[in-house]
């Protein structure tokens, strides 16, 4: 995994990162080509503001550039729906993406992500620097 972000990805993750994405069971996951690891997702659940709703984080989805385009993106992105759909306290999805991303705002948007807003020096030691953030909602909140 720790190999795979660093190719596809305009930042760098911690080992805390590594370790606790091993430890969230459901929540990453690792995509596989004829028994190649060529891609993975690594989200968490997170509590939205002082109620009982919850969103799923996309820390990461993404896939070396050979392997796109042969559906391996849409299989991670239906596993973290599903997550979202199969828990009554998750109402959306959100994620972020560096604003000139056209290929991964393309690929959100065709699963219903809207952009929620925009994040100005989101990422630091990149550029551009700014991000957006993507949403999908799962179910109104009650």
């Given amino acids: ?8 990805f305009p930042v ?8 606790k994405a091993v430890e969230d069971g459901e ?6 080509y004829d028994d190649i690891v060529v891609g993975g997702v690594c989200c968490r659940k997170e509590k939205i503001g002082d109620t009982k709703a919850e969103k799923i984080y996309i820390m990461t989805l993404g896939c070396l550039a050979p392997y796109r ?18 828990d009554e306290s ?10 000139d991303n056209d290929d991964a705002i393309a690929f959100y948007k ?3 992500f809207k952009i929620a807003e925009t994040v100005e020096d ?3 030691r990149v550029d551009p620097s700014s991000a ?3 949403e999908k909602v799962i179910r109104e909140t009650a």
Wanted: no cysteine.
């Fill in 1 to 8: 995994l720790k190999l795979i972000s660093s190719i596809v």
């Fill in 12 to 19: 760098s993750y911690s080992e805390t990162f590594y370790k």
């Fill in 27 to 32: 929540f990453s996951k690792l995509a596989y």
């Fill in 69 to 86: 385009r042969l559906g391996l993106g849409k299989l991670m992105l239906d596993h973290v729906l599903k997550l979202a759909q199969d």
């Fill in 90 to 99: 998750v109402t959306k999805v959100q994620l972020h993406v560096q604003i």
């Fill in 110 to 112: 065709k699963f219903d």
């Fill in 122 to 124: 989101y990422y630091k």
């Fill in 132 to 134: 957006y953030v993507l």
